[in-house]
Nanobody, 118 residues
Framework: VHLVESGGGPVQLGGSLILSCTAS????????MGWYLQAPGKQREMVAT???????NYTDSVKGRFTISRDSLTNTVFLQMNNLEADDTAVYYC?????????????WGQGTRVTVSS
């Protein structure tokens, strides 16, 4: 499964961005879609996930500011990021867990950089 991300870039403190990620390739279903971030010098960590199209999960630091959503028709997951903070600066990676036609699997996107500055 191939993931293509877009929407990252520079943004001012308190601003907003929308990240999107579209999955393509051979799969039966996309079970989980989500976003992870990796800040400089730190490990990759979960930001938000959406399971089955409706069940969402967020890390505490983004609750109330970020919203994850999914368009099942286009196999696209979105991350609406509002009121961005300096600590949100990171490379954001799209992630999916999918059910292939014979086996399950997971894929990662190439990453899109978000830089929040004052």
């Amino acid at each position: 499964v191939h993931l293509v991300e877009s929407g990252g870039g520079p943004v001012q403190l308190g601003g907003s961005l929308i990240l999107s990620c579209t999955a393509s390739g051979r799969f039966f279903t996309l079970e989980v879609m989500g976003w992870y971030l990796q800040a400089p010098g730190k490990q990759r960590e979960m930001v938000a996930t959406i399971t089955g199209g409706t069940r969402t999960n967020y890390t505490d630091s983004v609750k109330g500011r970020f919203t994850i959503s999914r368009d099942s028709l286009t196999n696209t997951v979105f991350l609406q990021m509002n009121n961005l903070e300096a600590d949100d600066t990171a490379v954001y990676y799209c992630y999916v867990e999918y059910m292939g036609f014979s086996t399950p699997g997971e894929s990662w996107g190439q990453g899109t950089r978000v830089t929040v500055s004052s």
